[in-house]
């Protein structure tokens, strides 16, 4: 009698806490199998509906294929362009499959779809309120497609004439790359409470490469075929500092890790501190005639590359320190492309 007494109590102190945290408003955080460790993306070849995504620890100590469709039972879909992460949820970029897949980036059960006016999604990036997808059709529209981030409903369609690549987001604005494949020199900037383009930046020289955010900055590597340079672009859309990388030609793969720059130059790659002019070469990776270096990330101090080979065959994934010596190498999915701390 006393213990059913007892259970009877502590029954009611447990509901009065659950109830308490509820009347809290607190946030209940669904934990996975795929957390504290790094998303790998896969593109597969094209018109294969190969895209997926794989998961490896932190430790490098276990590493598990094809998590969307173990866990989904389906195919992601054709091209996995990019992962996108807010929150606990990841954006899974589906380019010709002219979709999102949204998920829970740590169980990664499906959650939505996101499709409408989506056409060849190249990249995505998010403010406060919203979802930025940008889209390229070959000989097609470009434009960036505006979502609410709390229902993913469609709210509005901004159109370039020129390219929609790398999207970046800092400080109240979405810089939009206008170009693509080496060519185009400028940045559109999209006012993220309005949602309507601001201005325009321009680089003085070379051709944009690739665009990031970093510490509530932008930055943009371009190359003229003989030297690179690397823009740094603040929250007024004004370009604040040029680095000159001479000697260096089309340079790409720009990453910023604790304070330091890595970058690549064919199949070299180089780090040199956010303070400093003068790159260090770290290591020169296996090459391929269209693969090498395919995939770059560095997470945590740990340099993530790829070899994506003849993109029929299982790219080769190999993790470098931050000295360059290699720590591990394993064979991911065709086509791998991308690496996400998760």
Same mark, same amino acid.
């Given at each position: 009698?006393?213990?059913?007494?007892?259970?009877?109590?502590?029954?009611?102190?447990?509901?009065?806490?659950?109830?308490?945290?509820?009347?809290?408003?607190?946030?209940?955080?669904?934990?996975?199998?795929?957390?504290?460790?790094?998303?790998?993306?896969?593109?597969?070849?094209?018109?294969?509906?190969?895209?997926?995504?794989?998961?490896?620890?932190?430790?490098?100590?276990?590493?598990?294929?094809?998590?969307?469709?173990?866990?989904?039972?389906?195919?992601?879909?054709?091209?996995?362009?990019?992962?996108?992460?807010?929150?606990?949820?990841?954006?899974?970029?589906?380019?010709?499959?002219?979709?999102?897949?949204?998920?829970?980036?740590?169980?990664?059960?499906?959650?939505?779809?996101?499709?409408?006016?989506?056409?060849?999604?190249?990249?995505?990036?998010?403010?406060?309120?919203?979802?930025?997808?940008? $889209? &390229?059709? #070959?000989?097609?529209?470009?434009?960036?497609? @505006? %979502?609410?981030?709390?229902?993913? /409903?469609?709210?509005? +369609?901004?159109?370039?004439?020129?390219?929609?690549?790398?999207?970046?987001?800092?400080?109240?604005?979405?810089?939009?790359?206008?170009?693509?494949?080496?060519?185009?020199?400028?940045?559109?900037?999209?006012?993220?409470?309005?949602?309507?383009?601001?201005?325009?930046?321009?680089?003085?020289?070379?051709?944009?490469?690739?665009?990031?955010?970093?510490?509530?900055?932008?930055?943009?590597?371009?190359?003229?075929?003989?030297?690179?340079?690397?823009?740094?672009?603040?929250?007024?859309?004004?370009?604040?500092?040029?680095?000159?990388?001479?000697?260096?030609?089309?340079?790409?793969?720009?990453?910023?890790? $604790? &304070?330091? #720059?890595?970058?690549?130059?064919?199949?070299? @790659? %180089?780090?040199?501190?956010?303070? /400093?002019?003068?790159? +260090?070469?770290?290591?020169?990776?296996?090459?391929?005639?269209?693969?090498?270096?395919?995939?770059?990330?560095?997470?945590?101090?740990?340099?993530?590359?790829?070899?994506?080979?003849?993109?029929?065959?299982?790219?080769?994934?190999?993790?470098?320190?931050?000295?360059?010596?290699?720590?591990?190498?394993?064979?991911?999915?065709?086509?791998?492309?991308?690496?996400?701390?998760?």
């Amino acid at each position: 009698m006393k213990i059913k007494n007892l259970i009877t109590g502590l029954f009611a102190v447990s509901l009065l806490f659950v109830t308490a945290c509820k009347d809290d408003n607190d946030i209940i955080v669904e934990h996975g199998a795929y957390e504290n460790g790094v998303l790998i993306s896969a593109e597969g070849a094209l018109n294969s509906n190969q895209g997926e995504v794989s998961f490896m620890t932190s430790d490098l100590s276990k590493f598990s294929e094809n998590i969307y469709s173990a866990v989904n039972g389906q195919k992601l879909g054709d091209v996995l362009q990019t992962v996108g992460t807010k929150d606990d949820k990841a954006y899974l970029v589906v380019n010709n499959s002219n979709k999102i897949e949204v998920v829970n980036r740590y169980s990664f059960k499906k959650l939505a779809t996101i499709s409408t006016e989506v056409n060849q999604p190249r990249d995505i990036a998010f403010s406060d309120n919203y979802i930025y997808v940008t $889209n &390229d059709k #070959y000989l097609g529209d470009k434009y960036v497609a @505006v %979502y609410n981030a709390s229902d993913f /409903s469609f709210i509005k +369609k901004i159109s370039f004439s020129d390219a929609a690549q790398d999207i970046a987001v800092i400080g109240g604005k979405a810089f939009v790359q206008n170009a693509s494949y080496g060519f185009g020199k400028n940045l559109s900037v999209i006012n993220t409470m309005t949602n309507n383009l601001d201005t325009t930046v321009s680089v003085p020289k070379g051709d944009i490469q690739k665009t990031i955010a970093y510490n509530n900055r932008v930055y943009t590597v371009t190359s003229d075929g003989v030297d690179s340079y690397i823009y740094t672009i603040d929250a007024t859309a004004a370009i604040a500092n040029t680095l000159t990388l001479t000697g260096i030609p089309y340079a790409t793969n720009l990453v910023i890790d $604790n &304070d330091n #720059y890595y970058f690549s130059s064919n199949n070299k @790659v %180089y780090t040199m501190p956010l303070s /400093s002019n003068s790159p +260090k070469l770290l290591f020169a990776a296996s090459e391929s005639p269209y693969g090498t270096l395919y995939g770059f990330n560095v997470i945590d101090g740990k340099i993530f590359t790829s070899n994506a080979g003849d993109f029929a065959s299982p790219s080769e994934i190999t993790v470098y320190s931050i000295t360059g010596s290699k720590l591990k190498t394993f064979n991911g999915g065709i086509g791998v492309s991308g690496f996400y701390k998760n």
